[in-house]
Each structure stands twice: as C-alpha cells, then as structure tokens.
C-alpha cells in the first residue's frame, strides 16, 4: 500500500517505523528538514518537505492514487485542511489527528463532511487505556477482545510467587480456569510459550480469558487489588481532562493537581465534580499534604518524562496501590522502564500508532476469509496479539489445529464461539463466525490464513 504521513513528531515518528517494517511505501511530509532526514536515516521512507495542507507538496508527495493519508501534525485545522486537500486529489482514504475536546462532540459530522475514514485522539486513546487499568487493578497493563468479552492483562511474578519454577503444563493443570499465558516478557525480551515453559520470578505473564477467570485466577494467587474508587491526577492537560471526565462519569472520585493557575480555574469550571489543587505536583511536601498516600490509585500525567517517572516512585513507595506513569518519549525502553520499578506505562504517540497499524491492516487483508478485529501491540511492540474473525470464505474453517502447519512463535490463545470461550489443543477446530485470538512475535499477521507456514 501507499500512505502518506504528514507530520514527523512522535505519532508520525512511530507510526512510520511502524508501517516501514510491513512492506508498505511510506512518504512523510513535514516542513522540518532535519526531523526529515532523521527519520529518512532510521526508516525505509521517501521524504517531501514543505507544508503538506497545501496541493503542491502533495502532488509531490503522490497522493493522487495513494491508498491512505494520515495527518497528525500538532495543529487539528492542519490536519483537517490535508485531508480535505488529499480527498480532493484523489487519496483513497483520509485519517486526521484531532485533539481539541471542543470537537468532540462534532466529531461525526465533520468525519462525514471532510470526507474522512478515522478520527483519532491521542489524549482520548490514552485516556481510554488508563481508564480500562483502573477498572481492574491487579493488571499491569489491560486490554480486552471481542468488546470486552475477553480480556487480555498483563500481570508480574514476585519472588514468593507459587508460579515462580513452573512450568505451563503444571499452572494448567493447577488453576483450571480458562486462562492462557500467550506472551511473557524477560528481561525486556519476549517469549510466546509452550507447556514446557518454566516461569521465573521477575516474568511478566500476558494472560488472556474471561473476566470472570482472570478474577478467580488473580484471587487464588492473592494479587487481587479492590476496586479503585479514588484516584489522584496530577497534571491537568488534555489528557487529564478527559481521564478525569471518564473517571467521575463512572462514579470515581477525582482530585486533581495542577500547576498553572489560570488552568485550574479552567478544569473548576469544565470539571465542578473534581476537586482542583494549585501546586507543583512534583514537590513531594504537596503530595503528602494532600494525603495522596490514601488514594486507590495515582496517575503522573505532568509534560515531563522525568518528572512523571520520580512521581510514580515516590507514590509507590508512599504505599499507593496502583500507580500509572505517562511516558512521551517513544525512545524510553520498556526494559529501561521496567528496570526502574514502574508499575504500569502509557505511551499516547504508541498507542494512537497502533490503532492506525489496526486500520491499515483491516485495509489490506490478504484473504477474504478473515478480517482483523483487534490488535494490540504488547512488550513494546515486540510482539502482538490480534484477534481474526473467521468469515465463510476460510480455506481452512473445520480442521482440526493439529493438521494445520502453523508458523512458529505463534500461539492460538483463544477461540471465542457464540460467546463461548475455547481454551484451544490440538484436537480444537476453528469454525466459520468463530472469532480467533492469537499471540505473535516478530510477525506482522494481515489475515488469518498468515499464521499458516507458506
């Protein structure tokens, strides 16, 4: 496929080595040479500068004919003004960052009128995630398939663990609850298991089952946490706005910090539920006045990295039971990160990247037998899981998954039919309307029939 990316900041950036590693021909336009040449030297991009609202530089740039263009400069009108330009000139199909809660509500009728195929915020994208770890707590990290009928979390072994020293086969054999181990990352690396694997302490589990399991499995192992019903923000941009709306619109309670004054009085007025504290949230004087020790949990959102991660440490170490740090920086590993001892990470420019990878995949399915519905980037985009619903079409529907010649580090973690979920073996099958979750790494999988050795 041909896209088109205009704007090289950390969305672009990331979206770009993204999409380089799947074969597609990326150009990116952005009116900053250097950023430009940057990214030219890390990806396999062509790069055009100069202002890519306007029609010359998209001509330049081949938009007549290109399959897609997304627009994620940090302006929304410029965004808007591509992909009106694009659509004119013939791109396929149009994608825009757009981040002013004010359009909001209008949303849907400027995606019709402008002729665009996805709207995507990043402050809403992260906002959504944190909102999703907070409803289940004993998750690092918390994702879901098939509209939340199943879920993925992410979960760590501590030392005094009973998981820690065994092996796959013993853990299903032990805890027959319907929940599969499809990923574990070690030490920054990632592994897609098998029976044989022996987990060790320190081992980030990627476990996948119904919500209903997952609580009976947390509870057995004894890290199940209470329900969050008051949480501390601190740091009231964007971000924090919309977390904030979202937490008190489900019955949350909501003290919130910020620095400038003159956005406190902003956020009283557009948040009168909340309570809004002036002060430098990084002074850690402040966070003890303010008691933030007795709440369920604490969000760092302020605009450094830095500031945000000695947050996260300080709250964890004040005794908070679940701690989420925003990270911009794309660059910071998870490895880096994990090693600092921070709990669980959101990075808005990854996952906004991601829920365009997710569309440009649902664009250029190789087989018209399964069609992509979720797919979630997991230990820093080393690997993926994705769930595939099965349409008539499959060659493949009714055999039995032992007959199939499946690729390797790929793993089927779940079958989900007529609401049912099957922990699949060897003797499993997959069937037509069935919807097919499965974990892989170092593989970018566009269809169903992908996971079948070639």
Not at 27 to 48: H, W
Not at 388 to 394: P, S, T
Not at 430 to 450: M, P, R
Request: with cysteine; glycine share 8%.
């Amino acid at each position: 496929m041909k896209i088109v990316i205009v704007g090289g900041g950390k969305v672009g950036a990331v979206l770009a080595g993204l999409l380089s590693q799947e074969d597609h021909d990326i150009v990116i336009i952005d009116t900053n040479q250097r950023v430009l040449e940057q990214l030219s030297n890390l990806y396999d991009v062509m790069a055009v500068t100069g202002n890519g609202a306007t029609m010359r530089i998209q001509e330049d740039a081949g938009v007549k004919g290109a399959d897609l263009l997304v627009a994620v400069t940090s302006d929304d009108l410029t965004n808007m003004l591509c992909c009106l330009v694009a659509k004119k000139i013939g791109a396929r199909q149009t994608m825009a960052r757009i981040r002013n809660p004010e359009y909001a509500d209008q949303l849907h009728l400027m995606q019709e009128e402008l002729g665009l195929s996805m709207v995507v915020n990043p402050e809403q994208v992260a906002a959504s995630e944190i909102g999703r770890m907070l409803t289940f707590p004993s998750a690092l990290q918390l994702d879901s398939f098939s509209r939340g009928r199943v879920e993925l979390i992410e979960i760590r072994l501590l030392e005094d663990s009973p998981l820690a020293g065994r092996d796959l086969a013993w853990f299903s054999a032990k805890y027959p609850f319907k929940v599969l181990v499809g990923a574990v990352e070690r030490q920054g690396e990632v592994v897609i298991p098998r029976g044989d694997f022996v987990m060790q302490a320190g081992d980030r589990l990627h476990l996948t089952g119904q919500h209903a399991s997952i609580v009976s499995l947390c509870r057995k192992l004894k890290i199940l946490k209470e329900r969050v019903r008051d949480v501390a923000i601190v740091g009231g941009s964007r971000l924090g706005y919309y977390l904030a709306r979202n937490l008190l619109d489900n019955g949350i309670s909501v003290k919130l910090i910020e620095q400038r004054e003159e956005r406190c009085v902003e956020l009283s007025q557009l948040l009168p539920k909340a309570l809004i504290i002036h002060g430098d949230g990084a002074q850690h004087e402040l966070l003890l006045e303010e008691r933030v020790e007795q709440s369920d949990a604490l969000i760092a959102l302020t605009g450094m990295d830095e500031e945000n991660i000695v947050l996260s440490l300080f709250a964890q170490n004040l005794g908070v039971s679940k701690v989420v740090t925003k990270i911009s920086r794309p660059s910071y590993s998870p490895a880096m990160l994990d090693k600092l001892g921070l709990e669980s990470v959101v990075t808005p420019s990854r996952l906004t990247a991601s829920s365009i990878l997710r569309y440009v995949r649902a664009m250029q399915n190789a087989s018209p037998g399964s069609q992509i519905q979720t797919l979630h980037h997991i230990v820093g985009g080393q690997a993926e899981a994705l769930e595939f619903r099965v349409a008539r079409q499959w060659p493949y529907a009714g055999a039995r998954l032992q007959d199939l010649n499946l690729r390797p580090h790929l793993l089927i973690a779940g079958i989900l039919r007529k609401g049912r979920l099957i922990i699949p073996n060897g003797q499993s099958t997959i069937e037509v309307g069935d919807n097919v979750i499965i974990f892989t790494a170092g593989q970018h999988l566009k269809s169903l029939t992908d996971i079948l050795k070639s």
